[in-house]
């Protein structure tokens, strides 16, 4: 049987840092503010002519470089993103595509908002083992400034823009394979965070056509609470199914959305601090391209070992959340 092994990863962030000073000039807050309630201290926002596409191209490229694995051998690619390209089509994944030179892969889009890397990851690894694919590209790739309202100080200190991207690809060691992943979505909750208008459900007959009709609206304090209880469910049912416990865990990569809820999510599963990885304070909340953005920084830093188990936790908008147990597995040559 095949097994599907995390190879490499790889990121990128936009130049332009926008701090919370510069935001206290726009709307009516304060760093002080900003930092007490969320943690961040600045965001990345790309240039205008830089697209999501762009960014998870650039990502791509590394996580390709350190896969050791040819360009040409890629036979999908799965984007996940909340701020596409285009509306509809064509997907951003197929656009990345062309942007690294791929010819013939499978490529698409997935929206599952925060939670779509874990996603992109479980459908990485069911494409695998079901023998149907051999490497697959990931991306999570994010330019959440083109749909934040930057009058609204609710939503606009928390996102950023940037991109992570992860090569997954077939082996017989089981070893090496990634252990388990868990998703799952209530639409029940759909309305605590949503770009309302714009889409065929919307009241505007126009799809998207008007300035600020993909903007995202948060209820943010019933965000905050159903985030802490998901994601700490989430993890004791994973940790539970393999047998494994916390102390297992070498690097637990929650999603980046809020330090006081990553704090609350460790602190609820006894995570000690050297295994929390966090990148909240320079980067915000890049939806589905925050954890690997987080891995990398992890990776770049040295501090991600061939072997070293890591834990991935996302929660975000639908509501979608999911979890992942995953070796890191560079191929070695
Ligand atoms: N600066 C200053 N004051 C602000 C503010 C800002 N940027 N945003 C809101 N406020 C004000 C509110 O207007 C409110 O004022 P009031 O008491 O006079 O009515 C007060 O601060 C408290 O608002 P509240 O929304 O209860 O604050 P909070 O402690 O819940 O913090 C968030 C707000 C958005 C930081 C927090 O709810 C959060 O992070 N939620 C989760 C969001 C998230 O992670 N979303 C993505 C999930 S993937």
């Known amino acids: 049987m095949a097994y599907a092994a995390f190879r490499s990863i790889g990121a990128y962030t936009p130049e332009k840092i ?13 760093d002080e503010w900003i930092t007490k309630r969320t943690g961040i201290k600045e965001r990345r926002i790309a240039a205008e002519n830089e697209f999501t596409s762009d960014l998870g191209m650039k990502a791509a490229r590394k996580a390709l470089d350190r896969s050791g694995i ?20 064509p997907s951003t994944a197929t656009i990345i595509s062309t942007k690294l030179g791929l010819k013939n892969a ?15 990851l479980s459908i990485a690894k069911a ?35 940037g991109a992570g991207s992860a090569v997954i690809s077939a082996t017989e060691d089981k070893n090496e394979a990634i ?7 209530d639409g029940e909750y759909a309305d605590l965070l949503m770009t309302p208008n714009g889409g065929s459900g919307s009241a505007h007959d126009s799809l998207g056509a008007e300035a600020g009709s993909c903007f995202m609206q948060m209820k943010g304090n ?19 199914d393999n ?75 639908g509501l979608t959340w999911g979890s992942a147990l995953v070796p890191f597995s560079p191929k070695v040559s």
Request: proline share 2%; with cysteine; hydrophobic share 45%.
């Open 222 to 240: 019933e965000t905050f609470k159903v985030a802490v209880r998901t994601l700490t469910k989430d993890v004791k049912e994973i940790l539970a």
């Open 179 to 185: 252990i388990d992943i868990h998703t799952g979505a």
């Open 127 to 161: 494409f695998i083992e079901s023998g149907m694919k051999k490497n697959v590209l990931i991306i999570g790739a994010e330019k959440l400034s083109a749909i934040t309202d930057y009058s609204d100080r609710g939503t606009c200190i928390l996102f950023g823009d």
């Open 243 to 317: 047998n494994l416990t916390g102390e297992d865990i070498v690097h637990f990569v929650p999603h980046q959305a809020n330090l006081r809820i990553i704090k609350a999510v460790g602190d609820a599963l006894k995570m000690k601090e050297e295994q929390v990885v966090l990148t909240v304070a320079k980067y915000g909340n890049t939806s589905g391209a925050s954890i690997p953005m987080a891995i990398n920084d992890v990776y770049e830093a040295g501090d991600l070992k061939a072997g070293e188990l890591m834990l991935l936790d996302a929660f975000g908008g």
């Open 18 to 30: 926008l701090s919370n000073e510069e935001l206290s000039t726009m709307v009516e807050t304060s």
């Open 70 to 89: 040819a360009l040409s051998d890629i036979d999908m690619i799965v984007c996940a993103t909340i701020s596409p390209d285009y509306f509809c089509m």
């Open 106 to 120: 499978t490529a698409f889009d997935i929206s599952a908002a925060c939670t779509g890397f874990v996603y992109a």
